[in-house]
């Protein structure tokens, strides 16, 4: 009888055991842990890697899925979500929770941080991901969707040097080209701008305007809605002010002295010691032939080819000739009005612009290297960078006798525009190249250059003999100019237009100005200069 007794005990015993094993048994015979599974989703996620998200899934991902984390990355625009795990709790032996700390880096707007959980099952002994909707958000259904609510602050102004905004429709009409327009937002334009704009939304078009849209604009106050839910307000930040070099005295002088040419005029005025553009303007709208033309110089390149024989020991004084006609490399050469000299200084060739000395002074002294690395010194070939589109200019190394021939007075195929030529008369004004800018502290790929010992100050002698002696004499232009006149023949047939430039300074103050088409640079655009400079 006690013995039966004792072997009843052990059978309950065992049974005992076996009901209060089970879920020990359960567990252990699971894969992994809720830890292991919640770490390896969270990585993923924060990879944007979707495939290894689905793949620690309970059950096969729906089309909601995808949908869902697109609510985050479409419809907020996040560029990143980084999620970080934090603490797990466990439901019974087969459900866990993962808390985690989510925080998306939304386009326009900045960070927004939230928190929220991952659910976690054992399905096939494996621990899952049971997931919901609400695993992107707590407060995402699967019926409703995360969207931007923003509030913009007022736009911030463009100003000329001296903090007068020139971005209303009272300035002229030079400036407004420099500055361009407020324009509605296209759905092009929000899917480059960021989901913080809105088709139909005001933006800056062309110009300053467009260049620093996202400066002048600021950040919005944004509120992220799940519905109609607020689920968390970014404050927006303010508009920052873009502060051009314009100077409106400068500007208005410069618009005077080109509103009555009939044929297109531009002008571009730089202050030699910084590079900052004080003027730019055109006499006719659209094309902005200041920074953008694409002209043949003519003479004024004189004033590189100078700088380039002078460096290589021609002095201002040396005796040359300046016949009615030459020839370099089978080149036919002759002067403006078939002029002819005869023997004179090389300065006196500069200041009546003999294209008979220059040439043939230009082959013997100078290779069609030297000559291409002297233009580049003075802002030719480099990169612009001003705040707003402008055309490097162009000047090909020489291939020929006759093409270096050609180059040495401008023509051949070297191409300038205004604000490059005036920007070699500023660096004969202050003996060093500096890139020209129109909005200050702009990062620029150029480098400013100095030029070589003496070169400057040679330079400014003989363009100085242009204004007092040479084919700017009568243009009325005031005392202390300097200055250098070209004639820039363009077309094709036996009588050939001509562009008519003149560049220089006057203190601390260069210029250039082109007429386009407009003849002689000595009686069309140096006039043009005088009344500028006699207008300030």
């Not at 201002?316 to 490399?329: E, F, L, R, Y």
């Not at 403006?336 to 006196?348: C, E, N, W």
């Not at 003999?465 to 700017?472: C, D, H, L």
Request: net charge neutral.
């Amino acid at each position: 009888m006690r013995g039966r007794t004792i072997a009843i005990t052990s059978v309950a015993v065992v049974v005992v055991a076996g009901a209060a094993g089970g879920g020990a048994w359960y567990l252990l015979h699971t894969r992994g842990t809720p830890q292991e599974t919640a770490q390896r989703f969270a990585a993923a996620w924060t990879k944007g890697d979707m495939a290894a998200m689905k793949a620690e899934l309970a059950a096969p991902p729906s089309g909601d899925f995808d949908a869902a984390y697109a609510e985050l990355t479409k419809n907020l625009n996040a560029t990143a979500v980084d999620v970080k795990l934090g603490q797990i709790t466990a439901n019974g032996d087969d459900k866990a929770t993962a808390a985690y700390t989510a925080t998306a880096a939304l386009k326009n707007v900045g960070d927004w941080t939230y928190t929220g959980t991952i659910d976690l099952t054992v399905a096939d002994r494996h621990w899952r991901v049971d997931w919901s909707p609400a695993a992107v958000h707590p407060s995402l259904t699967g019926a409703n969707h995360l969207k931007l609510k923003t509030t913009w602050p007022n736009r911030a102004a463009v100003t000329d040097s001296g903090g007068t905004r020139i971005d209303g429709s009272d300035v002229g009409g030079s400036v407004q080209q420099l500055v361009g327009y407020l324009d509605k937002a296209t759905q092009k334009d929000v899917k480059k701008l960021g989901p913080a704009y809105r088709t139909g939304q005001a933006i800056g078009r062309g110009g300053l305007q467009e260049t620093f849209q996202k400066r002048l604009a600021g950040t919005p106050t944004t509120e992220v809605m799940a519905g109609e839910e607020s689920l968390t307000t970014i404050e927006g930040t303010d508009g920052k002010a873009v502060a051009t070099t314009l100077d409106l005295n400068v500007q208005q002088a410069a618009a005077n002295a080109v509103r009555d040419m009939e044929k297109p005029t531009s002008l571009v005025a730089i202050r030699p010691s910084t590079g900052e553009i004080l003027a730019v303007v055109n006499n006719q709208g659209g094309f902005n032939r200041a920074l953008d033309g694409r002209y043949a110089p003519g003479s004024t390149f004189k004033t590189v080819t100078a700088a380039g024989l002078l460096a290589a020991g021609v002095n201002p004084a040396d005796q040359v000739t300046c016949p009615k006609n030459a020839n370099v490399g089978g080149l036919k050469i002759r002067n403006s009005d078939h002029a002819a000299y005869g023997t004179l200084s090389f300065l006196d060739s500069y200041a009546h612009s003999c294209n008979t000395t220059f040439a043939p002074l230009t082959k013997q002294h100078l290779s069609a290297k030297a000559l291409y690395d002297t233009a580049t010194a003075l802002g030719f070939n480099q990169p612009l960078n001003i705040g707003v589109p402008a055309t490097k200019a162009s000047m090909p190394r020489a291939t020929s006798d006759a093409e270096l021939a050609a180059e040495s007075f401008g023509q051949a195929k070297i191409t300038a525009s205004p604000l490059v030529m005036a920007s070699v008369a500023a660096a004969i004004a202050d003996g060093s190249w500096r890139p020209p800018t129109l909005v200050p502290n702009l990062k620029q790929k150029a480098t400013e250059q100095a030029l070589p010992d003496g070169v400057a100050e040679q330079l400014r002698a003989m363009m100085r003999a242009v204004v007092t002696k040479g084919t700017a004499q009568a243009a009325g232009l005031p005392d202390g100019t300097y200055g250098k006149t070209g004639t820039a023949e363009f077309g094709t047939g036996p009588e050939l237009e001509s562009h008519a430039w003149f560049h220089g300074f006057k203190g601390d103050l260069a210029f250039a100005v082109v007429v386009e088409g407009g003849g002689g640079g000595g009686k069309i655009a140096a006039p043009v200069a005088a009344q500028f400079l006699n207008g300030l």
